[in-house]
């Protein structure tokens, strides 16, 4: 049976700016100004663009009252601001949608929380943790109205397979394989603490974003000393251009929280000092924990980037993308090589920081 590789995600938000319905980015991919659209017309123009696989699934699009997680209601609607149609997904998958929303994470300073997405089975609304108010004013339209959007999206779709754990896929996978799909899965977890934090327990973000680059960066190593310092060269190489500072910052910072949280310190300077605080309780320092959230994002980015481009050859015959960064430490022509090609794609993502 042939599936369709198109998906459309639809997102709550602010109104757009965009002034046809339907804004033709690249290549097929589309921007939709819902808001413009009655529930009539999308349902028309989506299954034009994504014809169902059959009549049975025809139900699964506009309701008159909700249930399960198929079909949207005019209520529901009235919710969307804005989608966007993506003709590639890897082939290999169901639905897509993990997948996809893998990447467009990846890509979105703040993590996204669509309403809907369509595919050829119809319209599905996939369920949200968070308070929709939470999340209503970062869902941003104008991240994905540019060809870079589409640039990078084109250029990680293979990666997308880290997305989501599938039988199928991982028959085949090797630790490296592993590897990323283990620090995508952690990455994903950083949605619990956006615009969610606790006095008592924030460090804790700290230490989850520390693993992350210790998946990529150490993980597996065939040393076992001097973990943060390598780390850190390793690092250095794939993020300085863009951070110059990061490599100090990850040991002043954001290590020093995670060793804080993971020993106990801070919970004993709490104690130290809640009994004179006169009720004040720790403040989290959202500054610090943003830009080490936008660290990793571009960290998982560029290794994701470096690993596709080993399986392809296109380094010789390094095995893995932290065999590179250990040896582009001291080769000075392999770090530029390196530099060059990672800026290429951080020159395609939005940052608010």
């Known amino acids: 049976m042939n599936r369709t590789k198109t998906i459309f995600l639809a997102f709550t938000g602010n109104p757009i700016t965009q002034k046809d319905k339907v ?20 349902v028309e123009k989506i299954q034009q663009k994504i014809p169902p696989i059959n009549d049975t699934v025809k139900r699964n699009y506009k309701l008159a009252e909700s249930r ?9 609607f009235e919710k969307v601001s804005w ?60 991240f994905f109205q540019t060809e870079a959007f589409v640039n ?13 754990w599938n039988l199928d896929r991982i028959q085949h996978w090797d630790k490296e394989d592993w590897r990323l799909f283990s620090a995508s899965f952690l990455y994903y977890g950083l949605k619990d603490y956006e615009n969610s934090k606790t006095s008592f327990g924030w ?28 780390l850190r060269k390793r690092v250095a190489v794939l993020l300085s251009e863009r951070f110059p500072t990061i490599e100090d910052e990850i040991k002043k910072d954001l290590y020093k929280a995670r060793c ?21 309780i720790p403040t989290p320092d959202f500054n610090l924990l943003y830009k080490h959230k936008e660290y990793v994002r571009f960290a998982l980015v560029g290794y994701l980037n470096l690993a596709r481009m080993v399986k392809a050859g296109e380094f010789g015959n390094v095995k ?34």
């Open 23 to 42: 804004l033709a980015i690249k290549d097929g991919y589309e921007c939709w100004d819902l808001k413009q659209f009655t529930l009539d017309e999308f």
């Open 68 to 76: 399960d997680l198929f079909g949207i209601t005019e209520k529901q």
């Open 83 to 142: 989608g966007l149609l993506i003709p590639d997904t890897i082939e290999e998958g169901i639905f897509n949608y993990a997948e996809t929303i893998f990447l467009l994470n990846l890509y979105s300073p703040n993590f996204l929380y669509p309403l809907c997405y369509v595919n050829d089975m119809g319209i599905t609304r996939p369920e949200h943790e968070k308070n929709y108010f939470d999340y209503f004013h970062t869902q941003t339209a104008s």
């Open 152 to 164: 990078f999206y084109k250029l990680l779709l293979v990666q997308t397979k880290y997305g989501s």
């Open 203 to 230: 460090q804790r973000e700290s230490a989850e974003m520390a693993t992350i680059l210790e998946a990529l960066f150490t993980a597996g190593d065939s040393q076992n000393q001097e973990v943060v310092y390598r």
């Open 260 to 280: 804080d949280f993971v020993h106990g310190s801070f919970f004993a300077q709490i104690a130290k000092d809640s009994p004179k605080a006169h009720n004040n």
């Open 320 to 353: 893995t993308a932290m065999d590179l960064l250990e040896s582009a430490i001291m080769d000075v022509k392999l770090r530029e090589q390196i530099r060059i090609e990672t800026k290429r794609l951080f020159d395609m993502l939005p940052t608010t920081f």
